[in-house]
T-cell receptor, first 106, second 114 residues
Framework: KNEVEQSPQNLTAQEGEFITINCSYS?????LHWLQQHPGGGIVSLFM???GKKKHGRLIATINIQEKHSSLHITASHPRDSAVYIC????????FGTGTSLTVIP | DVKVTQSSRYLVKRTGEKVFLECVQD?????MFWYRQDPGLGLRLIYF???????EKGDIPEGYSVSREKKERFSLILESASTNQTSMYLC?????????????FGPGTRLLVL
């Protein structure tokens, strides 16, 4: 049983497309994180959310606490956005989704 | 900026060898974590530490041990490496482990056990 489910698992997009990655969770949480993992392994924290919406450049993250769902949007996608995007929630411990592998084609 | 470093990016070991993976953070964080990441399984917590000389088992501690003699350093030890321990190992740290806090990750160590 996975406490955090992400969809899709794999995503290929053309440069410029609007991208959405979804995350659903089944545990009570105090915050949700979106992480980006570059090829080679390094992980970067993109957002930490407990309610509403956050925006950073072309990235937007939203969370609906009642529905236990979050989305990560990328506007005007670019090949450098190609990475694995991981959703993680902070409940009584950290739970991680299995990640969404995004490839943006020029 | 928080910096979490890991001793090796790539490591190749033979079955039965003792393996040490070291992680150092430079922001005086109290909590440190070791994860492994495998395709289709995501990140799984092996051990974490909330203070010097303190450790707690995570989801998959079997075959691993840890050491935290100094606050900035958290070591993962494979007492007798096996092929099923071939994986990407990620270290992370956080300030106090309070709810909602961000973990900062190191670059990862890709371990191959032959």
């Amino acid at each position: 049983k996975n406490e955090v489910e992400q969809s899709p698992q794999n995503l290929t997009a053309q440069e410029g497309e609007f991208i959405t990655i979804n995350c659903s969770y089944s545990v009570g949480i105090s915050a949700l994180h979106w992480l980006q993992q570059h090829p080679g392994g390094g992980i970067v924290s993109l957002f930490m959310l407990s309610s509403g919406k956050k925006k950073h450049g072309r990235l937007i993250a939203t969370i609906n606490i009642q529905e236990k769902h979050s989305s990560l949007h990328i506007t005007a996608s670019h090949p450098r956005d190609s990475a694995v995007y991981i959703c993680a929630v902070n409940g009584n411990q950290f739970y991680f989704g299995t990640g969404t592998s995004l490839t943006v084609i020029p | 900026d928080v910096k979490v470093t890991q001793s090796s990016r790539y490591l190749v070991k033979r079955t039965g060898e003792k393996v040490f993976l070291e992680c150092v953070q430079d922001m005086d964080h109290e909590n440190m974590f070791w994860y492994r990441q495998d395709p289709g399984l995501g990140l799984r917590l092996i051990y974490f530490s909330y203070d010097v000389k303190m450790k707690e088992k995570g989801d998959i501690p079997e075959g691993y041990s840890v050491s935290r003699e100094k606050k900035e350093r958290f070591s993962l030890i494979l007492e007798s490496a096996s092929t099923n321990q071939t994986s990407m190992y990620l270290c992370a740290s956080s300030f106090s482990g309070r709810a909602g806090e961000t973990q900062y990750f190191g670059p990862g160590t890709r371990l191959l056990v032959l």
